[in-house]
């Protein structure tokens, strides 16, 4: 009935898990108007900056491209107007439904990165 994960050791559910994060960690911390916000968009910045396979295979794929620069732009837009605080459960609702939308992208991504080739 449902997809299964391919047989690997891990390394795809680690890279699918450091995506998500990636992704989807400051966008989450806004809906909340936590400070930490900045750190994770600064984290998210050096780590495309430094890794160099994984910034070519966003730039490649243009939903990824589209999904990334959108959710960090939000990110800095919620987190620096607060705009959002008092609704912050509805927010995280819907940020968990969009990240559910990206998970078959997600792994995807993290099966390319973790492959030898």
Do not use: Q
Not at 23 to 47: D, M
Not at 95 to 112: E, N, P, Q, R
């Amino acid at each position: 009935m449902s997809k299964s994960l391919p047989e690997n050791d891990g390394r795809t559910i680690a890279s699918a898990i450091a995506l998500a994060c990636l992704f989807f960690l400051p966008l989450i911390a806004a809906t909340k108007a936590a400070i930490e916000t900045y750190l994770f968009l600064l984290v998210g910045i050096v780590v495309l900056a430094v890794w160099k396979r994984l910034r070519v295979l966003i730039l490649e794929d243009s939903t990824l491209k589209l999904a990334l620069t959108a959710n960090y732009l939000l990110a800095l837009v919620i987190c620096s107007f607060s705009i959002f605080y008092e609704y912050h459960i509805p927010m995280l609702l819907g940020v968990g439904i969009y990240m559910f939308a990206f998970k078959s992208k997600l792994i995807g991504l993290s099966d390319k990165l973790s492959s030898d080739t």
